[in-house]
């Protein structure tokens, strides 16, 4: 056993380092190649022999072992059934619930709230209008509501009217769900500068953005029932996760 065991490390650092040159090789191809591009964050193999993954922020495109050939799609495992491509960027984008600055989101409690969710939303987004309505139909949750204006010129009149506002959450479900326009109002609107500035952090360029409690993030209106089971998959990784 003492002789086997300097020799698996010798053959993992080889293939380490085998690993290593590859995907410097492949850096150096398409840089050469497709000058165009973007820097490279990551190249890594895949699952599927022979093919590698090249990252670009949360950008994935796959190449073969020389850099000859760039595919740009989703990666699909037949045999498990699984979307590897959808897999990875949802892990790229996920985003810690506890690094949130709740401080800057006003929020917004129905029934015993024990569940929570995250939204980023701009006051003129029609789809955050329907999604607000959906909500309606979801108890028991805590939702942290961000004002993210970035649509249009007037969002950020619009969200600075509803931040000011006396009753934050009225004004808004006023505007969002019975079309009532908010009050004109003045305040110190840092929070939703800040909000802006950790939406582009983040990479968030869509409004409504869903960040769910295990870090699940979700781009785009989804109905009540698509919520539910969201809510209900975090908060049972969250209980895995802690046990």
């Known amino acids: 056993m003492k002789l086997i065991t300097p020799l698996w490390a010798s053959l993992a650092l080889t293939l380490s380092l085998s690993a ?22 990551e ?23 020389k850099g000859n050939f760039v595919i740009q799609g989703e990666l699909i495992d037949t045999k498990a059934r699984r979307n590897l491509t959808e897999d990875r960027i949802n ?20 029934g015993n709230g024990k569940r929570k969710v995250a939204v980023f939303e701009d006051p003129n987004c029609g789809y955050c209008k329907r999604f607000e ?12 509501l961000f004002l993210y204006p970035i649509l249009s010129p007037d969002s950020a009149e619009k969200s600075r009217n509803i931040w000011c506002a006396k009753d934050k959450v009225a004004a808004w479900q006023d505007y969002m769900v019975r079309d009532k326009a908010p009050a004109v109002a003045s305040c110190d609107t840092s929070a939703v500068q800040r909000n802006l500035a950790f939406g582009k952090k983040h990479k968030i360029t869509g409004t ?11 781009p785009g209106a989804i109905g009540a029932s698509d919520v539910e089971k969201r809510l209900a998959e975090a908060a049972g990784e969250a209980v895995s996760t802690a046990n």
Not at 20 to 41: N, Y
Not at 92 to 108: E, Q, S
Not at 133 to 144: A, G, I, S
Not at 208 to 218: D, E, K, W
């Open 43 to 65: 190249v890594r193999p895949t699952a599927m022999q022979g093919l590698y993954e090249v990252r670009i922020g949360t950008d994935l495109f796959y190449t073969d072992a």
């Open 133 to 144: 309505r959906d909500l309606q139909n979801v108890d028991n949750v805590t939702v942290y």
């Open 91 to 110: 892990k790229l984008t996920a985003v810690d619930f506890a690094a949130l600055p709740l401080k800057d989101a006003f929020t917004i409690v129905r």
């Open 208 to 218: 409504p953005t869903l960040i769910f409690a295990n870090g699940t993030r979700v």
């Open 20 to 41: 290593t040159a590859q995907e410097a090789a492949i850096r150096k191809t398409l840089a050469e190649r497709i000058p165009q591009m973007e820097k490279i964050d």
